[in-house]
């Protein structure tokens, strides 16, 4: 396949930068390389921050917190409205440098900034809707009620294949939500993080008086994510990455009595049941599988199809991973991209090499040579599994779809749940009763259960995350604002006497 790159891509790098008003001593001299999965060369060099730049940072963000809070909510929300229209004007550069730091195709690439914009929205309708209960008391003249209050400065770290929308997600409503920002991007997509910084300062300059510091960006390596984790400054970190730092960061949280949001590994299952539409099913699970190169923390890795249907589905999967457009996001109309780096694609290839010592029949998987040597394409990788076993219980951030045989739905359901992971789930069925049993109480145990639409492309306004090993956070819509306020619970006594609750006397002379 020729995707031998035509265009400079270190040179668009730079012009789309510059749109955005970053200035070339941001991203050249400085040490931590970036580059592109694209073609693998580098197209930036970045100034980390140090431990003590990081805890300045923090600093100021506390600053900055402690006026914005006072802020009225609704006027909090102009702010993300303004940003919401920001990230309208730049949707097309955004997309564009998501595509060649993180390696997106196009429509995914725009989709990304779209999901920043859906949060936006969201937020700004949030910022009127904070809304506490009033409760009943037991005692007469007495009135309760609940009231959210911000939190402080929230933590965000964030994983390349999300760059952008991951601190939206939290930015949005933290904002609304009265707190500042201070957000550890991955190192693998430090240029878009600059770019979202950029475009926030547009939105704080056309509101006018946002306090400085309000959204920061810290550039560096795992040390500098310790300084936003360690921080007394910090109630609350939300992070997004494997199951293993979630592992480091939860402990480390808990140690402290910090909150934290953790959005982990998945290791998501389909079960395409015999009524199954199966045209429609064929089509959520290309996505799922192939879309965005099997790097979603929602990516479809896991399939139960039931034998009455096994023979006519598998073949035709097999045939759309055998056609699937393999190429460079930026110069062709390919579906998949490229992975991220070396290491993803070491990481898959052991994976399909375990599977196949394990009994696995393997479809593609290949690496696509693209003339550059430092690009890592692969053909996403279909893998017909006897039983679910190693490496299929675990999650590999690659493109590949174990696909195993079922002949009773409660086994296939058992074995759905068998994964240490928990993030999102789907069945393929037309049958009610399969349907409802996979969402109730003792059907998925996952934090997303979709009914006839693959696993992946959530939208906004439901809550994101999962249970178990991927961490128990929730993120995005619903009533995830929650987590980013403090509850207090006010009881106001407007009577003329102090009757105590639960009948208690206490009555000195
Ligand atoms: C992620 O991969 O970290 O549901 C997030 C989805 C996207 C978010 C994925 N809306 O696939």
């Keep these: 396949m020729d995707t031998q790159a035509k265009i400079d891509v270190k040179r668009e790098t730079a012009a789309l930068l510059e749109k955005l008003g970053i200035e070339p001593s941001a991203y050249t001299g400085g040490d931590l390389a970036s580059f592109t999965p694209v073609t693998g060369e580098q197209i930036a060099s970045i100034k980390t921050h140090s431990a003590t730049d990081a805890e300045k940072i923090i600093d100021k963000a506390d600053e900055a917190f402690r006026k914005w809070r006072l802020v009225p909510a609704p006027k909090r929300g102009e702010l993300v409205r303004l940003l919401g229209e920001e990230l309208r004007r730049f949707k097309n550069e955004l997309g564009r440098l998501v595509s060649i730091e993180a390696g997106k195709i196009p429509s995914e690439g725009l989709g990304e900034v779209q999901e920043m914009i859906d949060i936006c929205d969201f937020a700004v309708g949030l ?4 809304y506490g209960l009033t409760i009943a008391t037991e005692r007469p003249g007495h009135r309760m009620m609940e009231t959210w209050h911000p939190l402080g400065v929230v933590g965000v770290i964030s ?3 999300f760059p952008v929308a991951v601190w939206s997600w939290n930015a949005a409503l933290a904002l609304v939500c009265g707190n500042a920002v201070v957000w550890k991007p991955s190192e693998k997509t430090p240029l878009t993080a600059l770019a979202c910084n950029a475009i926030f300062a547009r939105a704080a300059k056309r509101f006018g008086d ?3 510091g309000l959204s920061q960006v ?21 992070a997004t990455g494997s199951t293993r730092m979630g592992r480091e960061v939860g402990p480390r949280l808990a140690k402290r009595f910090a909150r934290s949001i953790l959005e982990l590994g998945g290791n998501n299952a389909g079960i395409v049941c015999p009524s199954a539409d199966l045209d429609m099913a064929l089509r959520a699970i290309a996505f799922g599988a192939m879309g965005t190169a099997g790097q979603r923390c929602t990516t479809l890795r896991r399939l139960f199809v039931h034998e009455s249907v096994y023979d006519t589905l598998v ?11 393999v190429g460079s996001p930026l110069e062709t109309s390919a579906l998949v991209g490229p992975l991220i780096d070396k290491a993803a694609f070491d990481h898959m290839q052991k994976a399909l090499k375990e599977a196949a010592a394990n009994g696995g029949n393997i479809t593609g998987g290949e690496r696509v040579e693209t003339g550059h040597a430092d690009a890592y394409y692969v053909k996403p990788a279909l893998v017909e599994m006897p039983k679910q076993v190693a490496p299929v219980t675990e999650e590999t951030f690659a493109p590949i779809l174990y ?13 759905h749940n068998a994964v240490g ?9 037309l049958n009610l009763q399969e349907a409802e049993r996979f969402m109730a109480a003792d059907g998925s145990d996952c934090g997303i259960a979709n009914v006839n639409i693959g696993t992946s492309g959530a939208e906004i306004g439901g809550a994101f995350g999962g249970e178990k090993e991927t961490g128990g956070g929730r993120e995005s819509g619903s009533d995830a604002w929650k987590a980013y306020m403090r509850r207090a619970t006010n009881t106001v006594n407007y009577s003329k006497a102090l009757p105590l609750a639960q009948g208690v006397s206490f009555d000195i002379e």
């Design 421 to 429: 992971a928990g993030l999102s789930s789907s069945i393929f069925t």
């Design 159 to 161: 994983a390349f294949n």
């Design 127 to 130: 910022s009127r809707q904070l």
């Design 403 to 415: 696909v195993m045989k079922y002949s009773d739905f409660d086994e296939a359901l058992r074995d």
């Design 218 to 238: 810290l550039i560096g390596d795992r040390a500098i994510g310790e300084v936003l984790v360690d921080s007394p400054k910090v109630p609350l970190v939300s």
């Design 210 to 212: 946002a306090p400085e």
């Design 315 to 325: 073949p035709r999967l097999k045939k759309a991973y055998a056609s699937v457009s």
